[in-house]
């Protein structure tokens, strides 16, 4: 069945250096979701790409989706403490109801 | 709006209880699901709906059951619980099945089972 691994599991900076969490699935996408979750809560939606290389941007978020619509990426320039929990991507593959959420990777900021 | 509603916040279940987790939206969402949250697992699909009266299995189906029969609600019952249910449960729903809008999250059911 369809995969969506992501790497890393953990990640620890210090508050203003950059941070990336790369997504990547076993079959080609529809489209791809990002979401974050803070430590306790629940995961929030973040964005969705859709098209081919995409690239968006939310501030110091800046999202990518690959030519082959199969990985994704999440980067965080200048960390700020307000930017730790845990970011998920989550996919589904063309003509189906199951989206895959990728494992997370856990970012935690040193001030 | 109160979007996304699940009840209970926590529960401690013995091994073999059944019990049912209760999940309502009243956005008017077509898409509603079930994950369980595991430590370094992510968010794994156990059901999930298209409508009311239409779910489907997900990734880890086994030892669950839901239904739909209202656009409202999606419960997920755990039919003799195992230790190795023990989790944090989400339901999550969105607009249409389509997947071109995000997911709205529940605040999640913490279970024991012990």
């Known amino acids: 069945g369809q995969q969506v691994m992501q790497i890393p599991q953990y990640q620890h900076v210090q508050e203003g250096e950059d941070f990336t969490t790369y997504c990547n699935s076993s079959?080609?996408?529809?489209?791809i979701q990002w979401y974050k979750q803070r430590p306790g809560g629940h995961p929030v939606f973040l964005i969705q790409?859709?098209?081919?290389?995409e690239v968006k941007k939310q501030k110091r978020l800046t999202f990518q989706f690959g030519e082959a619509k199969k990985n994704s990426s999440l980067h965080i320039t200048a960390t700020q403490t307000t930017d730790v929990g845990t970011y998920f991507c989550?996919?589904?593959?063309?003509?189906?109801?199951?989206?895959?959420f990728g494992a997370g990777t856990r970012l935690f900021v040193k001030a | 709006n109160a979007g996304v509603t699940q009840t209970p916040k926590f529960q401690v279940l013995k091994t073999g209880q059944s019990m049912t987790l209760q999940c309502a939206q009243d956005?008017?969402?077509?898409?509603m699901s079930w994950y369980r949250q595991d430590p370094g697992m992510g968010l794994r699909l156990i059901h999930y709906?298209?409508?009311?009266?239409?779910?489907d299995q997900g990734e880890v189906p086994n030892g669950y059951n839901v239904s739909r029969s209202t656009t409202e609600d999606f419960p997920l019952r755990l039919l003799s619980a195992a230790p190795s249910q023990t989790s944090v449960y989400f339901c999550?729903?969105?607009?249409?099945?389509?997947?071109?809008?995000?997911?709205?999250f529940g605040s999640g059911t913490r279970l024991t089972v012990v």
């Open positions: 790409l859709v098209k081919s290389g």
């Open positions: 989550a996919g589904r593959g063309t003509g189906g109801f199951k989206t895959i």
């Open positions: 709906s298209v409508g009311a009266g239409i779910t």
């Open positions: 999550a729903s969105s607009f249409r099945t389509d997947f071109n809008y995000g997911y709205t």
């Open positions: 079959t080609t996408l529809s489209n």
């Open positions: 956005m008017n969402h077509e898409y």
